[in-house]
T-cell receptor
């Protein structure tokens, strides 16, 4: 069965620090990859997605992610985080009509 | 943009009672909706895929007789938690693809169920 792994469960950063959240999936076929964000008290929102083409995907709020097929990875990055980036981040893989989520990474950014 | 609305946003019920949660797609039709469950500080677990006009498809380990799903129209899916118990307390989230058929989900705000 396909799965999604997020190795960082809780990340604490100061403002302006760089961010990289890991995401690995286990499926050898064609997949669509997503990062969703859940701000405190709010519903899930799409941050960015990869379907095909350029493996470096840019999303909203300065986030980007790189799809590395050989590593089955889709890591999320941001060069300089802000306090407002404090949220829960979920990596997800879509295949065979299902969207499977990783366990999530809680990001806390301190001023 | 597309909006998925859930109601109620929170509900408290007594053990043994049934609770219905509604999920509506606003301004677009959704032949398929997805119901997720999220425990505190955990990820979203797909419970079932709701199909308009046909039976829902349940994920392994999800009791279909306990979590009744009805998708009677192109804009409404309902999840009924029957004979609720405290262990059913959770955050239930529905979603739908938008644009329809695309592999991008729009999520509702969720419904928090607390069973006393």
């Amino acid at each position: 069965a396909q799965s999604v792994s997020q190795h960082n469960h809780h990340v604490i950063l100061s403002e302006a620090a760089s961010l990289e959240l890991g995401c690995n999936y286990s499926y050898g076929g064609t997949v669509n990859l997503f990062w969703y964000v859940q701000y405190p008290g709010q519903h899930l929102q799409l941050l960015l997605k990869y379907f095909s083409g350029d493996p470096l995907v840019k999303g909203i709020k300065g986030f980007e992610a790189e799809f590395i097929k050989s590593k089955f990875s889709f890591n999320l990055r941001k060069p300089s985080v802000q306090w407002s980036d404090t949220a829960e981040y979920f990596c997800a893989v879509h295949n065979t009509d299902k969207l499977i989520f990783g366990t999530g990474t809680r990001l806390q950014v301190f001023p | 943009g597309a909006v998925v609305s859930q109601h109620p946003s929170w509900v408290i019920c007594k053990s043994g009672t049934s609770v219905k949660i509604e999920c509506r797609s606003l301004d677009f039709q959704a032949t398929t909706m997805f119901w997720y469950r999220q425990f505190p500080k955990q990820s979203l677990m797909l419970m079932a895929t709701s199909n308009e006009g046909s039976k829902a498809t349940y994920e392994q380990g999800v009791e279909k007789d306990k979590f009744l799903i009805n998708h009677a129209s192109l804009t409404l899916s309902t999840l009924t938690v029957t004979s609720a118990h405290p262990e059913d307390s959770s955050f239930y989230i529905c979603s739908a693809s938008f644009p329809p058929g695309a592999n991008v989900l729009t999520f509702g705000a969720g419904s928090r169920l607390t069973v006393l």
